[in-house]
């Protein structure tokens, strides 16, 4: 005698596997969706800016386990990262007989495509991180001798020394936006840079004016965003506490600091504050 019930049990264990299955299959097509593969690479340079060959580096964050990579014979490593979120940090630690336990934190981002960042052994550095706006403009960063420190597109990373003054060169190759330079002054904190472009209009000649002679190359340039900038005051207690803020919409690290510090922002935009204290209590 057939048992209908358990029949009809094993269908719907059936159907509840391939209802599993189906979940698991579209989970993972989002996630592939969501991710994008971007290509970093790292260069490794010691105090005299000579590139630090044929060592281990260790990658941190960037992926599930740590990464372990030897640099090429000119410093370089170059490796693939699945980004799913706007932006991600990571942290890169280099051991060598002359600077043991370096450990520097960076960002990568999902766009561009290529990114590179420079980590620099044996000297103090910041971090100067440029977001241009469109992203497919290209930027050029000088030293006070015009000497290029680094190159990249859209967004990118520098590790520079500090109290300097720097020139950043950003131009569209395109040629629908108005290049632009900006000079940089570097202090001993970590800075951030977002440039906006201006976008070149092409004025469109009726046939009646056409008529009466060609005007070639005839450009307007939209008139800048006036910017207003305000003083924000930092207290904190105690301190001895460190803090850190960030822009609200983007999460971009604006500046961080210890104890108390008053800073230039910008007007009606919204900004996270971040502190922390290594004392008991707090």
Sequence with gaps: MIDLSKIKQSQKN????????????????LF??????????????????????????????????????????????????????????????VSTRDFSQYTQEFKIFKEPSF???????????????VSIIPNNARYKLYDSTDRKVDEGIGRGTSTIPPNSTYKLNVFDPNKKYDDKDTTIIVGEQNIQIRLELLQIEQI??????EEGGAIEDVRVVKDPVKIVMVDLKINI????????????????????GQGDKTIKIEKGRKYAIIGRSTERGY
Excluded: C
Aim: without cysteine; aromatic residues 4%.
């Design 32 to 93: 592939m969706q969501r991710s994008k593969t971007v290509i970093l690479q790292i260069e490794v340079v010691d105090n005299y800016g000579q590139p630090v060959v044929n060592k281990s580096i260790v990658i941190e964050n960037l992926e599930k386990d740590p990464l372990i990579k030897d640099t090429d014979n000119e410093g370089f490593v170059t490796i693939p990262a699945k980004i799913t979120q706007k932006e991600k940090q990571f942290i890169i630690k």
């Design 204 to 209: 469109e000649l009726t046939p009646e004016e």
């Design 237 to 256: 207690n105690p301190s001895t506490g460190s803090w850190k803020l960030q822009d609200s919409h983007s999460y971009n690290l604006k500046d961080d």
């Design 14 to 29: 059936m159907l509840t596997a391939i209802a599993v299955i189906i979940g698991i299959v579209v989970a993972v097509l």
């Design 115 to 129: 990114q590179s960042i420079k980590v620099r052994l044996g000297i103090e550095t910041v971090i100067l991180r």
